[in-house]
């Protein structure tokens, strides 16, 4: 079983969206998958509840007991866990439980320095493991035809973690495909944002398996 964690302390970075796509790309791709709801808020609950036919199973487990948690439920091929902004009991418990770490960032300065404290966490669950954690930034949001998700992708390495060459866009259909319980992998499964999470998934994988 490999469980990546999805997780920023900071509210607005695309975290929802991103596990809900990467969690149905992994699925499309005849992966067994889990979507795991560690959020209080419930936004990746709400997303699965709209869609009566959902397709991703989505379970909440929004404790600071989230590895012992998942040793009771079906084993899965993947766990992607949907993180909680601003709990850091419950961010450190989504990191002990994970294989890997996505890190969604904005391109903003504001979203860069927010990540610091989140870094520090994962930064000392790799040294307690001896690397057997990884984890990563992707560049979140970021809007076509600008230099600026370059550009933070360069801020990024600053923080001695590795930043995915897959980068996820502001799109209108992420939103509008969410509202409907669904996802741009079955909106428009040829367009453009589809082919970007694909890749990340892709990526992702290549790292862990």
């Known amino acids: 079983m490999h469980v990546i964690a999805v997780l920023n302390q900071k509210g607005g970075s ?3 969206t991103i596990a809900t796509h990467l969690a149905r790309a992994l699925q499309l791709e005849g992966k067994e998958v889990l979507l795991v709801d560690s959020d209080p808020q419930g936004s990746a609950r709400d997303w699965a509840a709209v869609r009566e036919d959902q397709p991703v199973t989505v379970v909440g487990i929004d404790r600071p007991t989230i590895g012992r948690d998942l040793k009771s439920v079906a084993r899965q091929e993947f ?30 300065p504001y979203d860069i320095w927010a990540t610091a404290e989140l870094v520090d966490l994962v930064k000392q669950r790799i040294e307690v493991t001896d690397g057997a954690l990884q984890a990563a930034f992707v ?57 970007e999470v694909r890749a990340l998934a892709a990526e992702i994988t290549q790292k862990l398996i």
């Open 139 to 195: 560049v979140s949001r970021a809007i076509k035809g600008t230099r600026i998700g370059s550009e933070v992708a360069e801020a990024l390495h600053g923080y001695d973690l590795p930043v995915l060459e897959s980068r996820i866009t502001q799109r209108v259909s992420y939103p509008g495909t969410a509202a409907a319980g669904t996802t741009v992998l079955d909106s428009e499964p040829n367009g453009d944002a589809a082919a």
């Open 79 to 108: 766990v992607v866990i949907d993180g909680a902004p601003q709990a850091a009991d419950l961010a450190v418990s989504a990191i002990k439980a994970a294989d890997f770490v996505l890190i969604p960032v904005q391109p903003s």
């Open 14 to 16: 695309g975290k929802t």
